[in-house]
Every structure is written in C-alpha cells, then in structure tokens.
C-alpha cells in the first residue's frame, strides 16, 4: 500500500516517526510525502501546548474532508494527541479509521495487514546526514506548566547497549552528526540506579564512533547539569561546544512556582563556568513569559540574565494554561496584551545579543556540515553553533561542494542567526 507518513512536534516524534516509517518498508509499504493518492494517512501526533494541539487537530480536520472528496482512503491518527485526549477524540473525529497511542507501532501495522518488525528509515525528503538519536522516554520531572509526565509516562531509558547499536547503525547509515535528545538527557539512567549515566554514555559513543562523528546534546536540564559534565563537553571534547539548557525564568519566585527545582545562582554559576571552560562555546536556552505571578521586576530579571549570560541562541514563547497542568489553576494568571508585550521585549534584547555573538566569529574558520543547495544554487551548511531546524544556517561559498562533506570555511559576513562563509 501507499502510505502517507506525517510528523508533528518534536525531534523524538521525528524519531518515533522514523521507526515507524521503517517498520512499513520492512512490510513492504510504499512511503510518499503527499497526500493524494494515499491508500493511509498517518498522522504522528504532538500535544505539547495548546497551539499544538491547534495545529495537530486543524490538520485531521483537513483529512477528512479529503477522505470525504475521496483522496484520500483512510486516516490513522497516533502518538501524543490520542495518549492525552483518547476518548474525547474518538468522539470528535468519527471519519478516522485507526487511534493508537506514541509507539503503538504493532497496532497501526496489524491495522495495514503487516506484522511488527523493527527498522528505523528516513521520511521521504528529509537529509540523512544529521539524525537524532533518541536515549530516553518520559519524564519524572513534574514541571508545574508541563503535560509530558501524563502524556508520555515516567522515565524510561534506553539500556547504554541499545544506544550505543542504533548510533552506529545510523553512523553506518552515513549520519555525520546525531542529537542526542530526550526529554531531559542528564535524567538519562536514572530510572536505573538513581544516578546519571549520560557522561558514561558519552565515553562510550565517543570511543566507539568514528572520530569525525559529531555528538550535539539537545536538552540539559539546568538542575543536574554540573562542573564535571561541562569539562567533559568543553574540555575534552565529549561533544560539541553547543549547550541547549532550557532555564524557563530566572526569576527565584518564577522558578520555584514551576518547579524547575534550581536558582538563579546556580543558573549563573553554570552559565558562566562554561563561558570560562570555552569562551565560544554556544550556549542556547528557552524562556517562558507571563507564568502566573511574573511580576515586572521578576520580568527584567530575566532579561538581565540573557544580557549578562550573553546566550547565543533563545527559544521564547508565552506561558499557555494546559489542562491538567498545576499552573493552570495558579493564581495571578497573567493577561494575554503583557504575555505578548514580554515575549517581544525578549525577541528584541536577544536579537541583539545574538548578532554581537554572531559578529565574534567574523574572520574565523568554522567546520562546516555541508547540508544542501537551495533552489536558488545557494549552498547551506552547519557549524557547531547551529542545531537542526531551529537554529541558523551557513551560507556556504565555494565550488565543488558534496552534500555530507565537512569543510572548513573563513565567515566573512555575521547575520543575526545565520553566516556567509567562504570554503578554504
């Protein structure tokens, strides 16, 4: 059968998705990136926040009226969206043919007449060189804001093992770069022995891949993340010199309604340890604006931490009450004209953050990932600095240029996000 894989939400739905897309080759299902045509629609699902939920429902709403001008045959709706909503979504879309909750893959094959193998493939248009390598599911986190403890379950990490075969199956693949992700990597083992393995996972990768592998960590959780396994990324080279730790606020009153169980101390002090182990080292975070009872002064606390952190790269969004969420029955909810007034206020500061850390690399050689060439000609890769699909890129200027090469290029020109640089 022809089947239609979509994949919403986050870079471990990309992975579940990609288990699932190699499950149906293995059954001997043809994968297509349109919709038309399609004997099944696949819809893997994300419920995150509220403008997921959005999204993820206006797209069934599109299938179905698809199915119902007949172009498509059937509608298969798993992951997230259905572990959270269940029954209510049944009810509210009776034109789906298949519910399955995140990973129920044996479901969604014995719905198409095919038995459960595992494989793991790439959906149709997507690079191979840059994969994400998921270590862990769920979380026992319990962020006061945050559903995934009661969409995806309690921690669940993936035996050192099991890592360690899947990134050498990928690297084999021709992946010049895994992100390890998970919803919180210094969790990783923890279910195990109450204790972190993810540096002892980090030797071991290291060892066993080939050198020029590149290792991007996605997620830190600030909490746990201590001295030891900063000198270990930025020191020796466990590594990259990228460092995606979500801090949420830097409020002590803000932090604590959400839990997040660390202060604004210990958030400067790890901050600018790393800034001292390695002054370029590219740091990225995520903040929230207008969690109830955010004041004005807790607000400009937050700023004054991007500004002093001089954060290269910074993911903003608005506080969104979920249902189920603790948050959501705080007092002092905050009202949506602020929440937008902040979330600009931030946008603007870290604009200009971002172009003075961009403008430092300026006459430097970076390695660069060669990625693509636009429909234009113009050649894009990656350095260190910039994860997949949410950072910036490099504009890459040189002839002769292969997809999946590294290259070392001179910046010659420092945007906000992205570089212009030219192939030495």
Same mark, same amino acid.
């Given at each position: 059968m022809k089947i239609c894989l979509i994949s919403l939400g986050c870079a471990k739905n990309q992975v579940d998705s990609e288990n699932?897309?190699?499950?149906?080759?293995?059954?001997?299902?043809?994968?297509?990136?349109?919709?038309?045509?399609?004997?099944?629609?696949?819809?893997?699902?994300?419920?995150?926040?509220?403008?997921?939920?959005?999204?993820?429902?206006?797209?069934?709403?599109?299938?179905?009226e698809l199915k119902k001008e007949g172009v498509v045959s059937h509608i298969a709706v798993v992951g997230c969206l259905y572990n959270r909503y269940d029954g209510d979504l049944v009810r509210e879309f009776?034109?789906?043919?298949?519910?399955a909750r995140a990973s129920d893959w044996d479901r969604v094959l014995a719905a198409?007449?095919?038995?459960?193998?595992?494989?793991?493939?790439?959906?149709?248009?997507?690079?191979?060189?840059?994969?994400?390598?998921?270590?862990? #599911? *769920?979380?026992?986190?319990?962020? =006061? $804001?945050?559903?995934?403890p009661s969409i995806r379950g309690r921690l669940r990490s993936t035996s050192l093992r099991a890592v360690v075969e899947e990134a050498e199956?990928?690297?084999?693949?021709?992946?010049?770069?895994?992100c390890l992700v998970a919803q919180d990597l210094t969790s990783y083992g923890m279910d195990w022995d109450g204790n972190s393995h993810l540096l002892e996972l980090?030797?071991?990768?290291?060892?066993?891949?080939?050198?020029?592998?590149?290792?991007?960590?996605?997620?830190?959780?600030p909490a746990r993340l201590d001295e030891p396994l900063l000198e270990a990324i930025l020191e020796e080279g466990l590594a990259l010199p990228y460092?995606?730790?979500?801090?949420?606020?830097?409020?002590?009153?803000?932090?604590?309604?959400?839990?997040?169980?660390?202060?604004? #101390? *210990?958030?400067?002090?790890?901050? =600018? $340890?790393?800034?001292?182990?390695?002054?370029?080292?590219a740091l990225r975070t995520t903040v929230m604006v207008g969690f109830p009872g955010e004041s004005e002064q807790g607000f400009l606390k937050l700023l004054a931490f991007l500004k002093d952190m001089e954060i290269d790269r910074v993911g903003a969004f608005v506080f969104s009450p979920e249902d189920g969420a603790e948050a959501s029955k705080m007092p002092g909810q905050i009202n949506a004209h602020i929440k937008e007034e902040r979330l600009q206020r931030v946008m603007e500061l870290q604009a200009e953050i971002s172009l003075q850390r961009q403008a430092r690399m300026v006459g430097r050689c970076l390695k660069v990932l060669v990625l693509e060439r636009d429909d234009d000609?113009?050649?894009?890769?990656?350095?260190?600095?910039?994860?997949?699909?949410?950072?910036?890129i490099v504009e890459l200027i040189g002839e002769g240029l292969k997809t999946g090469e590294f290259v070392t290029a001179r910046v010659v020109e420092a945007l906000e996000h992205d570089l212009v640089a030219e192939v030495v």
């Open positions: 699932l897309a190699g499950s149906l080759r293995e059954a001997g299902h043809v994968l297509q990136d349109d919709v038309e045509g399609a004997d099944w629609v696949v819809v893997n699902t994300c419920s995150f926040i509220e403008a997921a939920v959005k999204e993820n429902i206006d797209i069934i709403l599109d299938l179905e009776p034109t789906v043919d298949l519910w198409l007449g095919s038995g459960f193998k595992r494989a793991r493939a790439l959906l149709p248009g997507d690079s191979p060189w840059s994969r994400y390598l998921k270590i862990a #599911e *769920g979380c026992d986190n319990r962020c =006061s $804001y945050c559903m995934i199956r990928l690297v084999a693949s021709g992946a010049k770069e895994l980090l030797r071991i990768l290291k060892r066993d891949l080939p050198d020029e592998t590149w290792l991007r960590l996605l997620y830190l959780h460092l995606d730790i979500p801090i949420q606020h830097a409020d002590e009153a803000v932090l604590a309604r959400m839990n997040r169980r660390v202060s604004e #101390e *210990g958030l400067r002090r790890i901050f =600018s $340890y790393a800034r001292r182990l390695n002054p370029d080292v000609g113009t050649i894009l890769g990656r350095s260190y600095r910039d994860a997949p699909e949410v950072d910036g």
